[in-house]
Nanobody
């Protein structure tokens, strides 16, 4: 059994910053990647970023590159997403997910086996 818990979602003004955290627990052996996806109302879920929990290698969607930073927080199965220069289009429910590898080209939902419940990020003036 694997459990993922996200935290850090909030409402913020455009240009502001937030830091999301994801903690994975349980039988995580063999799973070496944690990713962040987001889903805005009426839109499909999209991959935002992923990180290899072994090597630290990471990937970002073009829409967040240069503004978001994913990192491991000491413990292998704890990952943070630092989000700076937030825009209204970043408004979404953000989910973390556990998978076996972090693709450096594009991440897909079906590559990830376990998911958190999500944390809401709202960017609005």
């Amino acid at each position: 059994q694997v459990h993922l818990v996200e935290s850090g979602g909030a409402s913020v003004q455009p240009g502001g910053s937030l830091r999301l955290s994801c903690a994975a627990s349980g039988s995580t052996s063999g799973y070496n990647a944690i990713a962040w996806f987001r889903q805005a109302p009426g839109a499909a879920r999209e991959g935002v970023s992923c990180i290899s929990t072994n090597s630290g290698t990471s990937w970002y969607a073009d829409s967040v590159k240069g503004r978001f930073t994913i990192s491991r927080d000491g413990a292998k199965n704890t990952v943070s997403l630092q989000m700076n220069s937030l825009k209204s289009e970043d408004t979404a429910n953000y989910f973390c997910a556990l998978g076996r590898y972090c693709s450096l080209i594009r991440i897909e939902e079906d590559e990830y086996d376990y998911w958190g419940q999500g944390t809401q990020v709202t960017v609005s003036s």
